[in-house]
């Protein structure tokens, strides 16, 4: 049903009348005195002018009035509410927390058969597994040397993926505070259902900064019924190239030489989560596959009605009105203008109109 959302507005649509009517009337200043050679021409054409004009001063006001009622309607809001839609009362409250610390930049992983820095598959494989959480309230920590909130809890998928694709490495700073992105989520999520709160924490290093140890953040995200599951990411493999490409010098390397597992993995432990180790694309796809199978838990079942405004259509016709009638009035007024100028021009001439 379509609806006005300030209906009280409504109660301005007498204004004009009421300023006209309250109002003193201006006083005409008129006193200049001008003699033409013409004047008889000028006087039979204005008197055809206020004839034509007291004609479509009528039709004038009423298209005024039209245009003054679209705006006021306009200004009160008008919106249609659709039907009521359900959301699923089975829901997880999920919160993703990503690396974006400068050793995200290191290309150990493969995608699409090109070497890619980390957190470029990360964004790849995070955005096939948003989509699939239809029924979930979801919700984007980025952290490096501080933790920020990305995106708060939502429903709105789409506008997850497009933050999440507009994270940059570094946007955070260069160190990884992990205990401090394990504190936000929990703030985040301390008021939600207990048996329903889980964090996703992905990280290719160690705690390195912050204000809280990893594991005393985790102690307390158990006291507070939140489940952890990490994700630690990077291959165990490099390989460097040599000189000029020719494989002299070339070297073995483990990016992931930083990364603390133990730690991640008693984080995971202490509030009943798991811990997973990716090394490629596919095994980070393999555990985002296995986290996509939680269970869902009851929570309290919510209704809405989709909204839509509706405002620009009354907005947009008193434009197009307004317009128009402008429009009009200059046409006639370059007209009434050039006949003055076409009978001055006769009169010079002595030529008969």
Do not use: C
């Not at 050793?103 to 470029?120: A, F, N, P």
């Not at 158990?222 to 990411?233: D, H, P, R, S």
């Amino acid at each position: 049903m379509i609806t006005l959302k300030w209906i009280p507005l409504l109660l301005i649509l007498p204004l004009p009348w009421l300023l006209r009517a309250l109002l003193p009337r201006a006083q005409s200043q008129d006193s200049g005195l001008l003699r033409v050679p013409f004047f008889r021409d000028l006087n039979d054409m204005a008197n055809r002018r206020d004839r034509n004009r007291r004609g479509g001063s009528r039709g004038q006001r009423l298209l005024l009035l039209l245009i003054w009622i679209l705006l006021v309607v306009a200004a009160a809001g008008p919106q249609y509410i659709g039907e009521p839609v359900s959301i699923s009362a089975k829901a997880r409250d999920l919160m993703l927390a990503v690396d974006v610390s400068e050793s995200m930049r290191v290309q150990d992983l493969q995608l699409k058969g090109e070497q890619v820095d980390r957190l470029t598959v990360v964004k790849n494989v995070l955005d096939d597994f948003i989509a699939r959480r239809q029924h979930d309230r979801m919700g984007l920590i980025l952290f490096g040397s501080k933790a920020y909130l990305q995106t708060p809890l939502t429903f709105d998928r789409k506008t997850l993926q497009q933050l999440l694709h507009e994270a940059a490495i570094g946007i955070a700073g260069r160190r990884t505070a992990i205990g401090d992105a394990v504190g936000l989520a929990l703030k985040r999520l301390q008021d939600r259902p207990s048996e329903s709160k889980v964090l996703i924490l992905l990280t290719d290093g160690k705690n390195s900064a912050g204000e809280i140890e990893p594991l005393q953040a985790a102690e307390l995200a158990a006291q507070k019924g939140l489940t952890i599951y990490t994700i630690g990411v990077g291959a165990d493999s490099l390989i460097t190239p040599g000189l000029l490409g020719t494989g002299i010098g070339a070297r073995r390397l483990n990016p992931s030489a930083d990364l603390d597992e133990e730690t991640l993995q008693a984080m995971a432990q202490v509030t009943g989560g798991q811990y997973f180790r990716a090394k490629s694309t596919e095994s980070l796809k393999n555990i985002y596959s296995r986290l996509d199978r939680l269970e869902t838990t009851d929570a309290d079942a919510e209704t809405f009605r989709p909204i839509k405004a509706l405002f620009h259509y009354p907005l947009g016709l008193a434009l197009v009105l307004t317009m128009a009638m402008a429009l009009h009035t200059v046409l006639r007024s370059y007209g009434g203008h050039w006949q003055v100028q076409r009978r001055s021009r006769n009169a010079r001439e002595g030529v008969e109109p």
